[in-house]
């Protein structure tokens, strides 16, 4: 369900495994019909108009639905009670609600979601914890998260629900710590061991924009987990060049930097910096194993997301994102388009990462 804008990313991971003949596209949903590289993957294949369209005339073994996010609870039920399994795009729901209750249609079908946190399919995980086990960084202290993205106006012009909190009455919650950056919040909780939402003792957050825009695109988010680990996140869309988002698990003797796009683990300590590359399992492919042989483990469940929407229901539910002044923004013209950065936003994000403290509490300058 849904073949244009992200949905393209889907039908290009698909051709593999059709290629191999693991799976066949049997239909695709969408209200538009598919353009440009997407209506040439989609070729002859059957195309509705909408989910439950497709699910009257077929009911296939797998539904990917990458849709926009609010739409993400109704459309997931709508495949499961049909009896299809699920590849669900994050963030699987826009509330812990619905999280809930789209968890319990699970259970009551039998189906399965898996939600496209493509990060999770990483080896760096055993990787990481042997690490960890080995005493190569000493005693975890914290992790930290880095992600300094910038999105141009054009970002938010592309769809009427892009950087709402609310749509039509609906929550949305299409911010930088919510939907962009989310990967490095659902990595961060994974290495933790943090997968359901009783994983999760306390979010605390700070909450800005320079877009005008309803949501958050520079944010500092600060976990603490059952297991007592403080987990800060330093994330914009404001920053003057994109670089690869990271987390760093901070060690009395070391630390272990993950930089989850690239699949790369370095693992730095007195004895100098190990460089380990990893590689990743594709979502897909690993659900329609579970599919075959439901011995075959999840890796990104439903219910393992639970400790993300608690982040999530913290966003949601906190007051809207405080502007940021103009004195503490430039705006460019670039090759990205036209977008705001942040007056050393990348020094902040930096060391919320490092000291695992909040923008307010370190003293940047917009958030004084």
Same mark, same amino acid.
């Given at each position: 369900? /849904?073949?244009?804008?992200?949905?393209?990313?889907?039908?290009?991971?698909?051709?593999?495994?059709?290629?191999?003949?693991?799976? &066949?596209?049997?239909?695709?949903?969408?209200?538009?019909?598919?353009?440009?590289?997407?209506?040439? =993957?989609?070729?002859?294949?059957?195309? @509705?108009?909408?989910?439950?369209?497709?699910?009257?005339?077929?009911?296939?073994?797998? #539904?990917?639905?990458?849709?926009?996010?609010?739409?993400?609870?109704?459309?997931?039920?709508?495949? =499961?009670?049909?009896?299809?399994?699920?590849?669900?795009?994050?963030?699987?729901?826009?509330?812990?609600?619905? @999280?809930?209750?789209?968890?319990?249609?699970?259970?009551?079908?039998?189906?399965?979601? !898996?939600?496209?946190? !493509?990060?999770?399919?990483?080896?760096?995980?055993?990787?990481?914890?042997?690490?960890?086990?080995?005493?190569?960084?000493?005693?975890?202290?914290?992790?930290? #998260?880095?992600?300094?993205?910038?999105?141009?106006?054009?970002?938010?012009?592309?769809? $009427?629900?892009?950087?709402?909190?609310?749509?039509?009455?609906?929550?949305?919650?299409?911010?930088?710590?919510?939907?962009?950056?989310?990967?490095?919040?659902? %990595?961060?909780? +994974?290495? *933790?061991?943090? +997968?359901?939402?009783?994983?999760?003792?306390?979010?605390?957050?700070?909450?800005?924009?320079?877009?005008?825009?309803?949501?958050?695109?520079?944010?500092?988010?600060?976990?603490?987990?059952? +297991? /007592? $680990?403080?987990?800060?996140?330093?994330?914009?869309?404001?920053?003057?060049?994109?670089?690869?988002?990271?987390?760093?698990?901070?060690?009395?003797?070391?630390?272990?930097? @993950?930089?989850?796009?690239?699949?790369?683990?370095?693992?730095?300590?007195?004895?100098?910096?190990?460089?380990?590359?990893?590689? %990743?399992?594709?979502?897909?492919?690993?659900?329609?194993?579970?599919?075959?042989?439901?011995?075959?483990? =999840?890796?990104?469940?439903?219910? *393992?997301?639970?400790?993300?929407? +608690?982040?999530?229901?913290?966003? &949601? $539910?906190?007051?809207?994102?405080?502007?940021?002044?103009?004195?503490?923004?430039?705006?460019?013209?670039?090759?990205? /388009?036209?977008?705001?950065?942040?007056?050393?936003?990348?020094?902040?994000?930096? !060391?919320?990462?490092?000291?695992?403290?909040? @923008?307010?509490?370190?003293?940047?300058?917009?958030?004084?």
């Amino acid at each position: 369900m /849904g073949v244009n804008g992200f949905g393209l990313q889907h039908l290009l991971a698909l051709q593999p495994l059709l290629r191999a003949g693991r799976c &066949r596209l049997v239909a695709v949903a969408d209200p538009s019909p598919p353009t440009g590289r997407s209506e040439e =993957l989609v070729g002859t294949t059957p195309r @509705f108009a909408s989910l439950e369209d497709l699910l009257a005339d077929d009911v296939p073994d797998v #539904v990917i639905i990458s849709t926009p996010l609010h739409t993400h609870r109704g459309l997931a039920e709508l495949a =499961l009670r049909a009896g299809s399994n699920v590849l669900l795009e994050k963030p699987p729901t826009v509330s812990l609600a619905e @999280f809930s209750e789209l968890c319990e249609v699970v259970r009551e079908t039998g189906r399965t979601v !898996q939600v496209g946190f !493509q990060s999770l399919g990483s080896s760096s995980y055993a990787v990481i914890d042997r690490a960890i086990a080995a005493g190569e960084i000493g005693e975890v202290t914290g992790i930290g #998260v880095v992600g300094t993205w910038l999105r141009a106006t054009s970002y938010y012009e592309r769809s $009427t629900w892009a950087g709402r909190r609310t749509f039509r009455g609906l929550p949305v919650v299409d911010g930088v710590v919510t939907n962009p950056l989310s990967h490095a919040i659902a %990595t961060a909780l +994974r290495i *933790d061991g943090s +997968r359901r939402s009783e994983d999760v003792s306390e979010v605390s957050l700070d909450l800005y924009r320079a877009h005008d825009i309803e949501a958050d695109d520079t944010s500092s988010v600060a976990v603490t987990t059952a +297991r /007592g $680990t403080r987990i800060a996140a330093g994330l914009t869309l404001c920053a003057a060049e994109q670089t690869q988002p990271r987390v760093v698990v901070h060690g009395s003797s070391g630390s272990i930097t @993950f930089y989850y796009k690239l699949d790369v683990v370095e693992v730095a300590n007195a004895a100098g910096t190990r460089r380990i590359e990893c590689s %990743t399992t594709p979502l897909l492919q690993n659900l329609l194993d579970h599919v075959a042989d439901p011995e075959t483990a =999840l890796l990104s469940s439903l219910e *393992d997301s639970g400790a993300f929407m +608690r982040v999530l229901e913290a966003v &949601r $539910t906190a007051p809207d994102p405080t502007p940021i002044g103009d004195r503490h923004v430039e705006w460019r013209t670039d090759s990205a /388009g036209r977008h705001p950065v942040v007056h050393e936003v990348e020094h902040w994000c930096e !060391q919320v990462a490092s000291q695992l403290r909040s @923008f307010t509490d370190l003293g940047a300058p917009w958030a004084r």
